[in-house]
């Protein structure tokens, strides 16, 4: 186990999935990114168009021929012909004969009987009850799992973070316990610029990092206490949504993970501290303490959970340009095909189309792909992927990461396209976790010379950085890009911008009415395929190795396979 003390910066250190994804999980408000303002002398935008043909793509993917694009059925197997023909008429080298399809083995596991927290200890009620309560679910392929009479633990923030000088399971053995932790980081809990990334949320914020730490000290059950602004969504998103999980199919059926893993209400929280005489807001306190410890809560937990289980086979489409100079270095692009399928039970409108999200992203790669066979050939290899799985829990690029087609060592870099700006023309590109790697310094270039300025995601908080595709690339080492036109409209302001985006949200996100409409204004998604076009091209045609800045948890990994890129 490592043993660090706390609060120890580490000076010149090195730093080191899903209930919901990024674009399965949109911002509940939209607020003003905080951003410089274009220099003086921007005062004309440079408009673009990268292919034409575009809408067409988008159009087609969104119709309601494809049936909603859900892995496993009609609409997937429509989908990947589509791409499959497109990718072959415009020249890109399948991967497998003449294949263009990854196999992608996944798991549906289906929580058909989850049963209440039995509690133990002195002033706790008997149980906390599903859904009410708390939730609660298996990652392990099995049809049963139960957990009994186990010793619960509060352990802070769950996190180990050598980087950052953090361990908060320093000397604690949790084998068979149950671990309670607070959700988010220090640095959003305090907004201290200086602690973690302050209000940014890194990597340890995520509760899916808290899960897979649990598992690797053993835990037995892993719950994470819901607070609203800490999570950036309530607790109706995790307990009152769909409670069926996909998962990889993997050799050892996810054994290695926790038996369960959950969350409990802030109400339930401070249930179990007053237990122990105590309360949510000293909590908090004493777990950004220098000397803090594990405290035991003084409880013990049980819960069950009996699964259905089905596999499913579904596949990545994957071509890529050959480099004509260093092919076996890789700049790759990507976007998720995937959507959510049908709603039988709605008489009027049964198609989950998923034009925005992501037809819109899917029509971009192919354009992209297009644009790119239509060019000198590039010295690099440039590959093209499109992933199932997505809204499923980020599992097609998953897939992708721990089986690689092309070495993840060799990547240059990693583009992804998800959401598309369907609105017209933007001042503002909004770079998600801007200041993470130096490839932003390409894109921001680029950015200025259509006479736009690059800004943050409005909300940092929320951990959007590691709720897309790209983050399965991330946690490899792979530096990162994902960026898209902001709210800033060069003709009509910011304020017009943000009411598109909040009517989105209102009517459409993950809602039937997420469809294709011949009024959008697909100069700013062209604008933007255009910035990464210039990206990749560059890339493409250099000896630059992009990395994660100094101080970012992927450092470290970039770092470890640096050998592999020696000349």
């Given at each position: ?195 973690f990334n302050g209000n940014a949320m890194t990597y340890y914020g995520r509760w ?298 209102k009517c459409c996100y993950h809602k039937v009415g997420d469809e294709w409409n ?50």
């Open positions: 186990m490592i043993t660090l003390s706390r609060f120890t910066l580490l000076a010149g250190a090195l730093a080191t999935g899903a209930l919901l994804s990024a674009c399965s999980e949109q911002p509940t408000d939209v607020k003003t990114a905080e951003a410089p303002q274009p220099a003086a002398e921007q005062t004309e935008l440079k408009l673009t168009e990268v292919n034409p043909r575009l809408g067409e793509y988008i159009k087609t993917l969104a119709s309601d021929e494809f049936q909603g694009r859900a892995p496993a059925t009609k609409g997937e197997e429509l989908t990947v012909a589509f791409l499959e023909d497109n990718f072959r008429r415009i020249g890109l080298k399948p991967i497998d004969g003449d294949s263009y399809k990854q196999p992608v083995s996944l798991v549906q596991i289906d929580p058909v009987q989850v049963s209440a927290m039995s509690l133990k200890g002195d002033k706790l009620p008997a149980q906390f009850n599903y859904r009410d309560d708390m939730t609660a679910w298996t990652t392990q392929v099995t049809e049963q799992v139960d957990v009994t009479d186990s010793e619960m633990v509060f352990v802070g923030y769950g996190i180990v973070a050598p980087e950052y000088g953090w361990n908060d399971y320093e000397g604690l053995d949790v084998k068979g316990k149950t671990v309670v932790m607070f959700v988010n980081d220090p640095g959003f809990a305090t907004q201290d610029p200086n602690l899916t990092y808290k899960y897979e730490e649990a598992a690797r000290q053993g835990a037995a059950m892993a719950l994470v206490i819901h607070e609203t602004d800490a999570a950036s969504y309530g607790w109706g998103v995790v307990a009152h949504g769909s409670p069926i999980k996909f998962d990889l199919i993997n050799e050892n059926k996810n054994m290695d993970r926790a038996k369960v893993e959950g969350w409990v209400t802030t109400e339930s929280a401070e249930k179990l501290f007053a237990n122990i005489g105590t309360d949510l807001a000293t909590m908090h306190k004493k777990a950004l303490q220098k000397d803090f410890a594990p405290v035991p809560l003084n409880a013990t937990a049980s819960v069950s959970v009996k699964n259905n289980l089905r596999e499913l086979t579904s596949s990545n489409v994957v071509g890529y340009i050959e480099g004509s100079k260093y092919p076996d270095e890789y700049v790759l692009y990507m976007a998720h095909w995937d959507h959510l399928g049908m709603d039988f039970s709605n008489p009027d409108n049964k198609v989950f189309n998923g034009a925005q999200d992501n037809a819109s992203g899917t029509g971009g790669l192919l354009a992209l792909a297009e644009h790119f066979t239509q060019q000198a050939k590039p010295e690099r290899s440039v590959v093209f992927v499109a992933v199932t799985a997505e809204e499923r829990g980020l599992l097609g690029s998953a897939w992708y990461a721990a089986n690689p087609v092309f070495p993840l060592e060799k990547t240059v870099v990693g583009i992804n396209m998800d959401v598309m700006n369907v609105y017209g023309p933007m001042k503002d590109m909004v770079i998600v976790g801007l200041g993470n790697n130096n490839a932003e310094d390409i894109l921001i270039k680029y950015t200025e010379q259509q006479g736009r300025y690059a800004v943050r995601e409005h909300n940092p908080e929320a951990g959007i950085a590691y709720r897309s595709d790209h983050f399965n690339l991330s946690k490899k080492g792979v530096p990162i890009l994902y960026a898209k036109g902001g709210n800033d409209h060069f003709e009509k302001g910011a304020d017009w911008g943000k009411a598109q985006r909040a009517e989105y949200n011949d009024d959008w204004d697909l100069r700013g998604a062209q604008q933007d395929l255009f910035l990464f076009y210039q990206v990749g091209n560059e890339l493409a045609n250099s000896r630059n190795w992009p990395n994660w800045n100094e101080g970012n948890e992927f450092r470290a990994l970039r770092d470890a396979s640096a050998e592999a890129r020696k000349e």
